[in-house]
């Protein structure tokens, strides 16, 4: 850990890591839809789970008919719940009043594959529609629409209307009224699909610098993977069901932190990943116990920041820090701890289950050899 990148990734990586216990922007609980009725009606989802955080970029993607769409037009109230609870910025869909959609909806902002652009209004107008419908008064808004359409690279084309635009110039404009409001939650459903690279790159930053400085959520539908990149969260969808949910930023960051680690250093990209998805991270104030000598061990533990004092029978015999690891004794010979390990300062440390550690072993053998060398050295 010695280059400043390195260290601007790990404390990027200490600070956004995902809160258990944090409010959640979206909430999809075991839902279920069918479109049709009587002899038509077909499923299209299934049991679906889906937790969003604030602040977090989620990229939906799947095969065409996988219930992108209607899982997207769900989150934003264009659908009704039918099966399942969906919570959105902490409202109930299931059930919901006519009143208490039109309030949500107000904070939402949608992007959606056709652009619905009035032919008659100019590309300023369009985005004023939005506004004024909001009840934003002109003078707070129009700078910000000018400012916007200008960002989007549009600055020369503010009083033209669609049909002089380009698809990708109308979609710009799309992208301007789904966001110009503010809102907490944007939903976009392929918007970058009708842009070239540039002009997608300069939407994704966008969203980017809106989910850092206001903690807007934003679920992207898309199968563009040039914009992959900017996922905090990676869902795939397959015949209504999400086959997987990945932490994809977070993973990435925690694997090139554990990568640059002796003992981490041996295994391949993808059982690295695979475990860094396993991680969880665990704070301890100054002078706590994180393990007790003699209880039985259950995790494994990777110092990201602060020093630790190992103490054996009440006697201090090392301290470690940043990069370090503690607890494989008992797991490895599954014995109790032999030692304890008490915070010196404030610690971060990322924690592995006693399963998923053992099952890292068992997946290389030059981890576990690794691991036997640092024992080793160690006593
Ligand atoms: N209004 C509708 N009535 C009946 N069936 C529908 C309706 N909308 C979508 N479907 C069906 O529901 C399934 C999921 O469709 P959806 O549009 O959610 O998929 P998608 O993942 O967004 O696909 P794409 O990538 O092509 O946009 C498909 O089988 C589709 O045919
Ligand atoms: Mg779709």
């Keep these: 850990m010695n280059t400043e990148s390195n260290d601007q990734q790990l404390s990027e990586l200490l600070a956004t890591w995902p809160v258990e216990s944090a409010p959640l922007s979206v909430d999809v609980d075991h839902v279920n839809h069918f479109y049709g009725v009587g002899e038509m009606r077909k499923q299209v989802l299934f049991d679906n789970v889906l937790k969003i955080r604030p602040g977090e970029i989620v990229i939906m993607t799947g095969p065409s008919g996988s219930g992108k769409t209607t899982l997207l ?10 099966e399942g609870s969906l919570k959105v910025l902490g ?17 939402i902002g949608f992007i959606f594959q056709a652009h619905n652009l009035f ?34 690279g549009l600055g020369a084309r503010i009083h033209y209307r669609p049909k ?97 680690l002796d003992l981490f250093k041996v295994l391949n990209t993808t059982i690295l990943s695979k475990i860094a998805d396993k991680f969880d991270l665990r704070k301890f104030a100054p002078g706590s116990e994180i393990i007790k000598q003699g209880d039985a061990g259950t995790e494994f533990f990777v110092i ?3 020093n630790v004092a190992i103490e054996i029978d ?21 014995q109790p701890r ?21 099952s ?20």
């Design 304 to 306: 990201g920041a602060g």
């Design 73 to 82: 037009t769900l989150i934003g109230t264009l659908r009704s719940v039918q």
């Design 164 to 260: 002089a635009l380009s698809g990708g110039q109308k979609q710009r404009v799309a992208v301007a009224r789904g966001l110009i409001h503010e809102p907490g939650l944007i939903l976009a459903d392929e918007p970058t699909a009708a842009l070239d690279a540039e002009s997608g790159r300069e939407v994704v930053t966008i969203f980017q610098e809106l989910a850092k400085e206001q903690q807007c959520t934003i679920v992207i539908v898309t199968h563009d993977n040039r914009i992959l990149d900017v996922a905090d969260r990676i869902v795939s969808m397959v015949d209504g069901r999400i086959v997987s949910n990945v932490l994809i930023r977070r993973n990435t960051l925690l694997s090139q932190f554990l990568t640059q």
């Design 91 to 107: 409202q109930e869909l299931l059930g919901i009043s006519a009143t208490a959609t039109t309030e949500l909806r107000k904070r």
């Design 314 to 334: 009440g006697r201090q015999v090392n301290t470690l820090g940043q990069g370090s690891f503690f607890g494989e004794v008992a797991l490895i010979r599954d």
């Design 338 to 358: 032999n030692a304890t390990v008490r915070a010196l300062t404030s610690v971060s440390c990322f924690v592995l289950e006693k399963d998923d550690f053992q």
């Design 119 to 152: 032919a008659s209004l100019t590309a300023f107008q369009n985005v004023r529609m939005a506004t004024e419908l909001l009840g934003i008064p002109d003078e707070k808004a129009n700078p910000r629409i000018e400012a916007t359409l200008k960002r989007l």
């Design 360 to 379: 890292v072993i068992q997946s290389s053998s030059s981890f576990e050899e690794e691991l036997r060398k640092a024992i080793f050295t160690r006593q």
